[in-house]
């Protein structure tokens, strides 16, 4: 037995509902290791229930398994905002969404979120940056002027399957090369608090100082 293994028979199971999307995402979609799963979808339920956010926002849907894991520890009055920017993914994820126990608390939008999120004129309480890692930096200061003071960033994929550790990546990988950027520049970041977890393939979670201008 693998210590993943281990570490999944000891946790609280995901719903059958969470198990059949996941496994249909890796039936039908490219790319189904970008969904949360399991292990990551019970932490952000969890993350959700000790923050107590009202409105939590989401850059990065994809078949929404994030969303609704986090729509699980919400009060019944909480809303996620998320966005997703490639429309062909719309056929696929609004059904489970609206299918979902969930629905009324998970507002689907397709565009671009550093474009519409600004629009929508709320403040959030908590966020998850999980989208196009070399946009992270700018997700990350459109996502900061929107979060209240107190408020948590969660970003996924910070350790980016230990290409974060390559000196100089090669110039056309601009994924590995925004997330290291990104990585730096947190670093430096004073307005805020911040830890790396070595889950999965890294996530940062970022506690926005009260009192700081964003």
């Not at 993943?4 to 290791?33: G, N, V």
């Not at 969904?35 to 956010?53: C, D, E, N, T, W």
């Not at 003071?149 to 000196?167: P, S």
Request: contains cysteine; negative net charge; hydrophobic residues 35%.
């Amino acid at each position: 037995m693998s210590l993943d293994e281990y570490i999944l028979q000891h946790i609280d199971s995901e719903s059958d509902y969470l198990k059949a999307l996941y496994r249909d995402t890796h039936l039908k979609l490219l790319y189904p290791r970008m969904a949360s799963g399991h292990l990551q979808g019970r932490l952000l339920k969890m993350f959700v229930q000790m923050i107590r956010p009202k409105n939590i926002l989401e850059i990065g849907t994809y078949s929404g398994y994030s969303a609704l894991c986090m729509a699980e520890g919400l009060d019944k009055d909480g809303k996620i905002y998320t966005f997703e920017i490639n429309d062909e993914q719309e056929d696929f994820t609004r059904p489970w969404i609206e299918r979902s126990p969930y629905a009324d608390r998970i507002n689907f939008c397709i565009g671009d979120a550093l474009e519409k999120v600004p629009a929508l004129g709320l403040k959030f309480d908590m966020a998850f940056i999980d989208a196009d890692k070399r946009k992270y930096i700018d997700y990350y200061e459109m996502v900061l002027k929107q979060l209240n003071d107190g408020g948590f960033i969660i970003a996924d994929n910070t350790l980016w399957d230990g290409h974060v550790l390559e000196e100089h990546p090669h110039p056309s990988d601009l994924q590995t090369i925004g997330i290291k950027a990104f990585n730096d520049m947190l670093a430096r970041d004073e307005r805020v608090e911040k830890v790396i977890l070595p889950l999965r393939d890294g996530l940062t979670i970022v506690y926005k100082r009260p009192g700081t201008h964003s």
